[in-house]
């Protein structure tokens, strides 16, 4: 399986921990993670700003390519593919419109390893190996390249998965074994790729999602702020001893490299306890914003639908999910537009002045932050929402479907999920040839790339939005 050829060139290894978090690892937990003390104790750390918004997608990809969410038209997992009223379309690797990290390493010859990167499913040629994310279906479907490299990963590991599956369910027994069994598997992989003797590597990558599973199934256990905490619960250690293991595992990985590796410890996000919900399509239709056939009955919930909305009357509509996106029904721009182009400013501001005054099921007031993309991002490109609102300072998600008896709501539309996505992830770089050592502050996740570029002794390419720590 000789596929790659072997090279004496420095490197780096990322270790991505989607969703892990800094009050976690640099407060709650400190002095439980040794593998983590080491590494911060030679090295740089801090807190990390996570894109806008805050969400694995785009924030893997707007990491590794140095650019904000606006310039690579991706606001979500779920996007619109244009300016129609269908069904929003999932973002895989071919949604990415510039170079990540490892492609501008191909591009001067060094060679990857890159595994369980979030968006590199379906995969891609790169100048290395790639075995592919959370996207992929199943082990039957092409994960790997080479081809060749998916029968080695199988060899090793029959049972390999690229995800913790269903993870909003109430059989938390059940989803914390097979979030043990996930980990163990993702890195008994990646310690035996990394030192694979076919395999070489100037740069490796690999994100576990599994901290990003525990935090949805297991925060009110963790959170004795949350309003569902059990603090007898079985799983009250469950977090605590999830990310034991993890440093535990990358413990081992650290041991098998070159002492001369340039590690990185980093998130995309961090995480918070959720509240509540926002039925953002229920109070946009209650308020005469959003027009429907017919109306909805209350109490039973029905997803929205294209097709259930009187388009000609209807100003604005949403989506559900981590953050809220609305979009505006304008003339010119979607099939039945009926807000003039030149009323889209003062209409924007309006529905945004009304939405802050929504309060809590109990009617208190809420802090929602309304961001106007073209005020956050260097470029608006694809189809970008008229408005983002970040429910409740991140402690309320959206929820886009219709019947409910008030705006607000306790439950999560998509399954039981105990937290929400914070706006700072954390980092912790580790290089043998910099002690820069101690908190870094204002570090921000566009700045990776440039960094690693620079620490691999090349320039960050010119229109790169990050800065290179020093």
């Known amino acids: 399986m000789a596929f790659l050829r072997r090279t ?4 780096a290894l990322v270790l991505g921990l989607d969703c892990a978090d800094p009050d976690l690892v640099f407060g709650q937990l400190c002095g439980e993670l040794p593998t983590l003390a080491r590494l911060m104790d030679g090295g740089m750390w801090g807190r990390l700003r996570s894109s806008t918004p805050c969400i694995t997608v785009p924030a893997w990809s707007s990491m590794m390519s140095s650019r904000d969410a606006g310039e690579l038209g991706l606001y979500g997992f779920r996007n619109r593919a244009a300016w129609d009223y269908q069904a929003l379309a999932s973002a895989d690797s071919r949604a990415v419109p510039y170079p990540r990290l490892w492609d501008t390493l191909g591009e001067f010859g060094k060679r990857s390893l890159v595994v369980n990167v979030p968006q590199t499913y379906p995969v891609k040629p790169i100048n290395g190996a790639l075995v592919s994310c959370f996207l992929t279906p199943n082990t ?13 990963v199988l ?14 369910t109430p059989d938390k027994a059940s989803l914390y074994q097979r979030l043990l069994d996930f980990t163990a598997v993702q890195y008994d992989v990646l310690e035996h790729l990394l030192v694979h003797p076919d395999i070489a590597w100037d740069f490796a990558i690999h994100v576990n999602m599994g901290t990003d599973r525990l935090h949805h199934g297991f925060w009110r256990y963790h959170d ?20 034991r293991l993890v440093d535990e595992r990358i413990g081992r990985v650290v041991e098998r490299l070159p002492e001369d590796t340039l590690v990185l410890v980093v998130s995309d996000h961090g995480a918070l306890r959720m509240d509540g919900a926002i039925a953002i399509n229920q109070w946009l ?16 919930i029905v997803a929205f639908r294209p097709e259930l909305v009187d388009w000609s009357k209807t100003r604005a509509w949403s989506t559900g ?7 505006l029904n304008v003339q010119g721009r979607e099939p ?11 209409t924007r501001q309006a529905l945004a002045e009304a939405i802050a005054t929504i309060s809590d099921h109990e009617g208190n007031p809420l802090h929602h932050r309304v961001i106007w993309p073209e005020q956050v991002y260097r470029q608006v490109r694809g189809y970008a929402p008229d408005l983002m609102i970040y429910f409740g300072d991140l402690h309320w998600r959206a929820v886009g479907g219709l019947g409910y008896p008030e705006p607000t709501t306790l439950e999560n539309d998509a399954g ?14 580790y290089d043998p040839r910099q002690r820069a050592v101690g908190q870094r502050e204002g570090a921000n996740l566009l700045d990776v790339a440039p960094t690693l570029l620079h620490r691999l002794g090349l320039r960050p390419l010119p229109d790169m939005q990050g800065q290179v720590w020093s």
């Open 155 to 168: 060899k090793h590991a029959p049972h390999y998965d690229f995800d913790v599956r269903d993870f909003r």
């Open 224 to 243: 004795p702020r949350h309003r569902l905490h059990e603090p007898n619960s079985p799983f009250r250690y469950a977090i605590r001893d999830y990310y």
């Open 8 to 11: 004496r060139q420095r490197r």
């Open 416 to 429: 039981p999920d105990d937290a929400n996505h914070a706006e700072e992830g954390l980092f912790i770089l």
């Open 321 to 327: 999910g981590y953050y809220g996106r609305i979009f």
């Open 285 to 300: 239709w209650q308020n005469g914003w959003l027009a429907l056939k017919e109306a909805p009955r209350k109490s039973q």
């Open 336 to 346: 039945q537009g009926m807000i003039a182009p030149q009323d889209v400013q003062a």
């Open 140 to 152: 039957s479907a092409s994960f790997t390249y080479p081809a060749i490299l998916k029968a080695e």
